[in-house]
């Protein structure tokens, strides 16, 4: 099956960016998506295809993939930004198609 | 608005059955496939089954095959999880999600979650 592999956690001060990574083989092929989670809250939704945001979802959220890597940036960041950051596949070729990765805790200095 | 809303989750002993419900609204439902997406404590994110629009196809993942039903009722919009044989593994929490399927380019997400059930499995 296709492995994700993110870092436990990622640090960072309020206002500077934060940068979490996703590592797969040859990820660049695929369309990655983000989920945030908060602590006792769901999933939700922050990037989709590579880079694109749902409406409501701040600017200051981008994402990009190329390669083995993809990445979710989050600028200017801010307490509030504080949670478990998740990256996803669908991967056809993969059993089963659907695949996380492991989750990365962002932690607002 | 749409609103995914999970019930029926609970302490139940290793061995036994529990059924999930999702009540969906803000949407037509029938138009989606649903999946069944859980999290241990502590844990990461695990699909564990999905339905098409009309419930002519299902999957699972390999370690609920056997032991775990997933079905809906659309015109109740209603999705469920029946889970037999429970185990001490299977315990987490079990999210309603509602999957969004671009498939020219051949890439799924989810774009919809409830907020989960618990169901935590022990004697």
């Known amino acids: 099956s296709y492995v994700l592999t993110q870092p436990p956690s990622v640090s960072v001060a309020p206002g500077k960016t934060a940068r979490i990574t996703c590592g797969g083989n040859n990820i660049g092929s695929k ?40 990445t979710l940036t989050i600028s200017r960041v801010e307490a509030g930004d504080e949670a478990d950051y998740y990256c996803q596949v669908w991967d056809s070729s993969s059993d089963p198609n659907w695949v996380f990765g492991g989750g990365t805790k962002l932690t607002v200095l | 608005e749409v609103q995914l809303v999970e019930s029926g989750g609970g302490l139940v002993q290793p061995g036994g059955s529990l059924r999930l419900s999702c009540a969906a609204s803000g949407f037509t439902f029938s138009s989606y496939w649903m999946s069944w997406v859980r999290q241990a404590p502590g844990k990461g994110l695990e699909w564990v089954a999905n339905i098409k629009q009309d419930g002519s196809e299902k999957y699972y993942v390999d370690s609920v095959k056997g032991r775990f039903t997933i079905s809906r009722d659309n015109a109740k919009n209603s999705l469920y999880l029946q889970m037999n044989s429970l185990r001490a593994e299977d315990t987490a929490v079990y999210y309603c999600a509602r999957e969004k399927r671009v498939v020219v380019a051949a890439t799924y997400y989810f774009d919809y979650w409830g907020q989960g059930t618990l169901v935590t499995v022990s004697s």
């Open chain 1, 31 to 70: 369309s990655v998506h983000w989920y945030q989670q908060k602590p006792g809250q769901a999933p939700v939704l922050v990037i989709y295809y590579d880079s694109d945001r749902p409406s409501g979802i701040p600017e200051r959220f981008s994402g990009s993939n190329s390669g083995n890597t993809a």
